[in-house]
């Protein structure tokens, strides 16, 4: 019984990728780390006949940043590239150091054998709900660099991702870069689980102050990170106290309509939203963060490091 | 399509239908049985191999992702291993399903960390699913290893 | 040399090959409940082996305590996933695709998915008729309900709770439920069957080999020892490959095509194959003011799925744990074992103990809390000792309540505070009646080979046995072989499940090694321990030994989200005597961990009859870091049984979990007990309420329930 053998694309460089993506457009899928793809081919919810696989462009691994101090607005953002693992933002000296809230959250991601596959380009493109990075990256204010035959684009993640495994790029376009821009003050990243401790999160919050500005960012309740600037701007003209940080938690709770699944009930997560929210705001008053910013005070090169 | 990898140290060349996962191309082309098909979705572990010195789950990993790597499964350990000696004093398995991924695991991790926590061994563990339930003596088989790991009678690769 | 598990060179069932082999792939209904009208495989194509209803119309059926099973649905499926057809071809995938080619047309029928509804009036039929089966394993005396979904009914009659009750200072009741789960075997169910001329052989991960060449003689009209089934070791069972679940398919298969073939389940499949009994216990428990247990009133609605399986013998089981290890003068227990159309449930490490004494034991510290006694007194007030009779009416012997709940309540610091904390005393009984045999036969090199079908699941029954063996032959363990238990060679054995085998082999063993003196070449020996319970008053021997312990837990909440840790889990098993310490070790903390899941998470998830959960992701299992501050002992007394210690450690971590988080206040009676339902209970406590069971049958409708049972029943 003959069998269409599916076709198998490994481009070299990101111009012939990119040619390809025009050509093939949405026929193509593209192939990252695969654990996603490896899932849902795994159960027969996906049988890919064309696969563009980027694991041999070399030049979308790459992690760059700026060692002075980053807290400087105007100064230079951290730019991954796409195809860096999870592994790697992880273990990387320049994100431990100056942006270890990344290196933190990343390092939650599933179990090690998925973050050594897993990469920063294909979790935003996946646009997982529960997944960790992209409410951090949100939070952050992180950009996509998507760029295709036409041109590129920076797309802010708070616009990348527009449903359930939906994302606003293009069929002709690939992502290839993150950037978070400078001027983080202070961030926290809580993972409530409700059941096992190798268990997809029941509620995610990421709370991030840049440059003064507060993002809380809610994830894996909802089909999109959620986000609310005019709740959030509380904190932009107050000093931030255990009130107000229940406060903001309270109309967060109150702003979201969360799912209902294995991990609890739509009621259950706005209970907890609340809580999280509230805590991860009082973790911003303590002076133990999590993995939060300290201030590194480190002068010095600007460096590349290859992944 | 072809694909050319190195498994336990030997050169391989396999054909096999780019949407294949190199777990099937292990277990069918290679005989490597200690890769066990268990979960499908790259949960429990106990299809772990390394790929290029890291735990990979082979259940999920496409074949042609395996294009001129090195892989090493518990068939390559040669039987006499630190941690597999480690597992064996200490009693750490059951079944033994999930025990190569398991041993694989704490080998990749005693590599990048020869001193680890105990909080750092669960948290690595955590991939790694045992319904058996040998936790606890697993992860003692790690601390065991890591001493073999720190005195530097561990084999490096 | 290194043990094959380490090196990965152990072979499992998966792992068997032969020439020309088949690889199958099963088709199943997606509706919970409904008619075949047509199953149309015209479109698969010819090299590919199809197994139709038609062509297992005319096999026999079975089942191994009732005989409600046929090798596919013939006519109608009754649950979601239920096979209707099956293929053969030469790869997994090319079998995967031609199940896209065969069409079958459903009508659907009104389906039934809790047991209270199920025994409720104008609830569907699941089965028209409740043939008791004449396998072995129905070694009870069944009590199928013919017109209804109760395909058993076990009963206790002791004493007169009437009376008891109207002479209680003190009664409480409550209505207890527990959640289906998933094994979650790390090794999925693998069977490769293949014929030699009339002759059927089966390699397969079981752990009732004589009880399911019992069952495949029936369907193929064979005599027993026309057929040959052969043991590898499991990856792990804990109760899942029990008598007939995929060979029967594989074997018809293999018949059809002339050649071997091997089914493998996908992951996904294992949630539709066999799980654990959901169950619901009311309990009625009264009391005098000093604490004195004078009554008792268990009512068990066990969900057994679709098929019968050994649910029957769940049921009863749950029904005499659920009386607890007490003194109770009157005791009345009604246990239905009830269909619904939901995948068949089985056995599940604890075989109904888990529900059982989840209800129980809670029930007994809410009855301490009304009266003012310390839960650690109540217990040492009640529970048997040596002499006392049980609610069976049989006579207690080498009982060790007392010693191991002391030694709970002593590892968590009872007398320092009991904030937080949670005791628990259990019974659990073994397989009566069975029978094992064994041989040993002396080879020239001066080693031995045990015969035994005793199947090696993890649990290190092998190892074991070896060692055994070699105590009484006065030889090195290196010196004992135990070869992969063939039926063609080793004697019968009822089955290796409940926790009997090391202590079961190890008397035959005696008998066996006496005989091998005596002959010379090969010894062979048996044990039988006698006994049962009358189905209709509960009366006889329920065990010829008990499992016994105690289970203590230390918990702390965090009462803004109902997520609590569990800071210390401890559990006293009497072992009696400890043959293979590593194993009795690991299957100590493996008993334990299981119950950690049960207890905080696992949970099969169900909406309208299909499960939502059935992959390891949505499904939790416990994890490394999941481990809490795990302690235990194995105790032991000089010139004492060997006691299994398979189990017994599971059951008392949920109820010691679910009374640490009752003395705070925090009053759960469902498990799991999730972070969700705790805080919910933390939201009673803070309003003052009474319990109250948030659920699917109300307390009323429960309560109305029990009524007709009442009636009904006398």
């Known amino acids: 019984m003959a069998r269409n053998v599916p076709e198998w694309l490994a481009p070299t460089t990101l111009e012939e990728a990119l040619d390809l993506r025009a050509r093939y457009g949405d026929e193509v899928t593209v192939v990252a780390g695969g654990t996603f793809i490896g899932i849902l081919m795994s159960q027969r919810i996906m049988m890919p006949t064309v696969f563009l696989a980027l694991r041999n462009i070399r030049e979308l691994a790459f992690i760059v940043g700026n060692l002075f101090d980053r807290t400087t607005a105007g100064g230079l953002p951290l730019r991954i590239g796409a195809m860096t693992t999870h592994r790697a933002v992880e273990r990387s000296a320049i994100i431990r150091q100056h942006w270890p809230i990344l290196a933190y959250t990343f390092s939650l991601v599933a179990s090690p054998r998925v973050r050594n596959q897993a990469t920063v380009g294909g979790v935003l493109a996946d646009a997982d709900h529960a997944s960790d990075p992209p409410a951090l990256l949100h939070a952050l204010d992180a950009r996509a660099i998507a760029r295709s035959v036409g041109g590129q684009r920076e797309i802010p993640v708070e616009e990348l991702i527009t449903g359930y495994y939906e994302t606003s790029l293009r069929p002709n376009e690939l992502l290839v870069e993150v950037r978070i821009p400078p001027g983080v003050e202070r961030a926290v990243y809580r993972k409530f689980r409700s059941r096992s401790s190798e268990d997809r999160p029941c509620v995610a919050v990421a709370a991030v102050q840049t440059n003064g500005k507060l993002r809380v960012v809610v994830g894996a309740v909802a089909e999109r990170p959620q986000y609310f600037p005019d709740i959030c701007s509380l904190a932009n003209s107050q000093q931030l106290s255990r009130e107000l940080a229940a406060e903001i938690g309270c109309r967060y709770a109150e702003s979201i309509h969360p799912i209902s699944d294995a991990r609890g009930s739509a009621e259950y997560r706005r209970r907890v939203i609340a809580v999280e929210v509230r805590r991860a705001l009082e973790d911003f008053l303590s002076d133990r963060l999590s993995e939060a910013n300290r201030e590194s005070g480190v002068g010095g090169l600007y460096t590349v490091e290859e992944d | ?157 | 040399m290194s043990d094959p598990r380490v090196t990965g060179a152990i072979r499992y069932a998966q792992d068997v090959e032969f020439e020309g082999m088949l690889h199958a792939r099963i088709l199943r209904s997606p509706y919970p409940h409904a008619r075949v009208l047509r199953v149309d495989t015209s479109a698969v194509s010819d090299d590919v082996v199809v197994l139709a209803p038609e062509d297992v119309r005319d096999v026999g059926h079975y089942g191994c305590q009732i005989k409600d099973q046929t090798v596919l649905a013939i006519d109608c499926v009754r649950f979601a996933g239920d096979p209707v057809a099956a293929v053969a071809a030469p790869t997994r995938r090319e079998a995967e695709e031609a199940l896209n080619l065969i069409d079958v047309e459903y009508e659907e029928l009104p389906a039934v998915y809790d047991a209270v509804e199920a025994v409720s009036e104008g609830a569907p039929l699941v089965h028209e008729h409740h043939p008791i089966s004449d396998n072995d394993a129905a070694y009870f005396g069944m009590r199928p309900q013919q017109g209804t979904n109760i395909c058993h009914r076990f009963r206790i009659r002791h004493g007169d709770v009437q009376e008891g009750f109207a002479n209680a200072d003190v009664i409480v009741e409550e209505t207890f439920r527990t959640a289906g789960a998933q094994h979650a075997h790390m090794e999925p169910h693998a069977s490769v069957a293949l014929w030699k001329g009339d002759r059927l052989e089966i390699w397969t991960g079981t752990q009732t080999p004589f009880n399911l060449r019992m069952d495949l003689a029936g369907i193929f009209g064979l005599l027993e020892d026309r057929i040959r089934i052969v043991c590898p070791p499991m990856g792990g069972a804990f109760g899942a490959k029990t008598f007939v679940r995929y060979e029967a398919i594989v074997a018809c298969l293999a018949r059809k095509a002339g050649r071997p073939v091997k089914n493998v389940l996908d992951r996904n499949e294992e949630w539709l194959t066999l799980n654990r009994h959901p169950a619901i216990l009311h309990i009625k428990l009264g009391a005098r003011a000093d604490g004195i247990l004078v009554a008792k009133h268990v009512e068990c609605w066990v969900d057994t799925g679709a098929y019968a399986d050994c649910g029957p013998g769940v049921a009863q089981k749950m029904g005499y744990a659920a009386v607890g290890p007490y003194r109770i003068p009157h005791v009345r227990v009604d246990s239905n074992c009830i269909y619904t159309n939901l995948p068949p449930n089985g056995a599940f490490r604890g075989y109904g103990a888990m529900q059982a004494v989840w209800a129980s034991e809670r029930a007994m510290d809410i009855l301490a809390r009304r009266l003012y006694i310390d839960p650690l007194e109540l217990r040492l007030k009640n529970v048997l000792v040596d002499g006392d009779r049980f609610c069976t009416g049989e006579v207690m012997h080498d009982v060790h309540f007392i010693e191991c709940l002391k030694a709970a309540a002593e590892k968590i610091g009872w007398t320092e505070h009991r904030h937080g904390k949670g005791l628990c005393v259990l019974m659990k009984g073994m397989q009566t009646p069975s029978r094992a045999s064994i041989a040993i036969a002396a080879n020239e090199d001066g080693t031995y080979d045990v015969h035994c079908a005793t199947a090696e699941m993890g649990q290190g029954a092998w190892h074991s046995i070896r060692l055994l063996a070699a105590e009484l032959l006065g030889v090195e363990p290196e010196c004992v072989h135990f070869p992969v238990p063939d039926t063609d060679i080793v004697p019968y054995d009822t089955r290796t499940t409940s926790s009997r085998s090391t202590y079961m082999m190890g008397r035959a063993l005696v008998e066996a090694v006496r005989d091998l003196k005596k002959r010379g070449e090969i010894g062979y020996g048996e044990c039988v321990n006698t006994g049962g319970l009358d189905p209709d008053t509960g009366q006889g021997i329920a065990s010829s030994h008990w499992h016994q312990g105690a289970g203590a837990a230390e918990v702390r909440v965090d009462e803004e989200t109902g997520k609590f840790e569990v800071v210390k889990l401890y559990t006293s098993i009497y072992a009696g005597r400890v043959v293979n310490r590593p194993g009795a070790e690991l299957q100590n903390e493996g008993s334990m961990m299981m119950g950690l899941g049960t207890a905080l998470f696992e949970e099969m998830a169900f909406a309208d009859g299909q499960v939502m959960n059935a992959n390891l992701s949505d499904y939790n299992i416990p994890a490394a870091a999941d481990l809490p501050d795990l302690t235990y002992d194995l105790v032991e007394q000089e010139r004492a049984e060997i006691h299994g210690l398979g189990e017994t450690a599971l059951p008392p971590v949920p109820a010691a979990i679910g009374n640490a988080l009752h003395s705070l206040g925090i009053h759960v009676t469902e498990l799991p007990m999730s972070a969700e339902r705790v805080l919910h209970a933390i939201d009673r406590r803070n309003a003052g309420a009474q319990s109250l069971t948030p659920e699917t049958n109300t307390d009323e409708e429960v309560a109305a329930q029990s009524e007709q049972m009442e009636k009904g029943s006398d």
Not at chain 2, 28 to 54: F, K, W, Y
Not at chain 2, 108 to 117: G, H, M, R, T, W
Request: charged fraction near 20%.
């Open chain 2, 1 to 157: 399509m072809q694909i050319h990898f190195k498994v336990n140290g030997v050169p391989a060349e396999v054909e096999a239908s780019p949407d294949e996962m190199l777990l099937e191309v292990l277990r069918r082309d290679l005989v490597l049985r200690s890769v066990r098909a268990t979960c499908g979705v790259g949960i429990c572990g106990a299809c772990t191999a390394l790929v290029n010195g890291e735990p990979i789950s082979t259940c999920i990993f496409l074949a042609p992702l395996a294009e001129g790597c090195e892989i090493i499964t518990a068939e390559g350990l040669g039987g006499d291993h630190p941690v597999q000696r480690a597992f064996e004093e200490e009693y750490a398995f059951q079944c033994g399903y999930c025990t190569p991924g398991m041993i694989l695991t704490i080998i990749a991790l005693l590599e990048e960390n020869p001193s680890p926590s105990d909080e750092e061994i669960k948290v690595t563990l955590g991939g790694n699913l045992c319904r058996c339930g040998c936790y606890l003596k697993i992860i003692n088989a790690a601390k065991r290893a890591a001493a073999a790991y720190s005195s530097g009678t561990a084999p490096t690769r």
